[in-house]
C-alpha cells in the first residue's frame, strides 16, 4: 500500500466506485465465456486470457473516450487476436458469440469478494452521503451486472453513473462532476477507486477528487503523470485503507 497520510483527509461526503475490474475480478466472466464457448485452453487461465485482451482492447477504450460506442468489428478484433495469441483460431462468428458471452455475464462467474463486500457496508454507513458508481459502458449490460452483484443492497439506481446514459466517458471530468452534482457534493470532498490508471486516476486527478488505484493487477504506473493518491494491490488493502479514511 502506497500513498498519502489517510488521516489527513476530512470526513468523506460520497464513496464512488468504478465497477468492472473494480468491484468484482473482471477475469472471470472472460474466463467463463471462453470455456462456455470454446471449452478449456490448456494451461491458460482465466487471468491470462483477460490480461491478454486488454493488451488488444486499446482501439474499444479509445472509442469509449470518444464518447462513441465501439463497433462489432472492434470486438471481433480483439476477441480474435487474444484468442490467437494462444495459437486458437475463430471465425468472426465465434468471435462475436464470445463477445456476447462475456457481456452476457452470468451468475456462476460474477461474484462480489468478502473484502469487498465489507468496503461497501462501510462506506455505505460511514460516509455522509453514501455511495455511488461511476463506469464506461452502455447502460442496459452495466446495470444487468448491477443486479448481478446485488448492489441496490448499497447504491440506488439514480447513484449510478453511465457513460452512455450522459454522454460522458472517463476520462472526461463531466461524468465525475455529474455524480458529485447529483449528490450536491465537492469532488474534494469524495473519494474514487478504480483500477484503470487512465480512466479512473486521471479522471478522478481531473476533478480534483482524492483516487485510490485499486491495482491488483501490479501495472507498472505512468512516469509522466502525476501518481494516484493512493495506490492498494489487494481487496485486503483495499478494505483496510478506506477504513482508515472513510470516519465520521
Not at 178 to 191: E, R
Not at 211 to 235: C, G, K, M, S
Request: hydrophobic share 40%.
Amino acid at each position: 500500500m502506497s500513498g498519502h497520510d489517510p488521516a489527513a483527509l476530512p470526513q468523506r461526503d460520497v464513496v464512488f466506485f468504478d465497477l468492472d475490474d473494480t468491484l468484482y475480478d473482471q477475469a472471470a466472466p472472460f474466463g467463463y465465456a471462453v470455456r462456455k464457448i470454446l471449452g478449456p485452453i490448456p494451461g491458460v487461465t482465466a487471468t491470462d486470457l483477460f490480461e491478454t485482451s486488454r493488451r488488444y482492447s486499446q482501439e474499444i477504450f479509445a472509442a469509449f473516450r470518444r464518447d462513441e460506442h465501439p463497433t462489432d468489428a472492434m470486438y471481433i478484433r480483439r476477441m480474435q487476436l487474444t484468442l490467437g495469441h494462444y495459437g486458437v483460431k475463430i471465425d468472426p462468428d465465434t468471435a462475436l458469440a464470445l463477445q456476447h458471452a462475456y457481456g452476457a455475464e452470468s451468475k456462476d462467474a460474477m461474484k462480489l469478494a468478502p473484502e469487498i463486500v465489507e468496503t461497501l457496508d462501510w462506506c455505505s454507513s460511514h460516509t455522509r452521503l453514501g455511495c455511488g458508481i461511476i463506469t464506461n459502458g452502455k447502460e442496459p449490460p452495466q446495470r444487468s451486472k448491477m443486479k448481478i452483484l446485488g448492489l441496490d443492497r448499497w447504491i440506488a439506481p439514480d447513484e449510478i453513473f453511465i457513460s452512455d446514459a450522459l454522454g460522458y466517458a472517463k476520462p472526461q471530468p463531466e461524468l465525475f462532476q455529474i455524480a458529485c452534482d447529483h449528490f450536491k457534493a465537492k469532488p474534494s470532498d469524495c473519494l474514487y477507486i478504480g483500477d484503470a490508471f487512465a480512466i479512473d486516476v486521471l479522471g478522478a486527478h481531473s476533478v480534483h477528487m482524492p483516487v485510490i488505484w485499486f491495482n491488483h493487477r501490479l501495472r507498472p504506473a505512468p512516469t509522466d503523470q502525476f501518481p494516484a493518491d493512493y495506490e492498494v494491490h489487494t481487496a485486503s488493502e483495499l478494505r483496510d485503507l478506506v477504513k482508515a479514511i472513510v470516519q465520521r
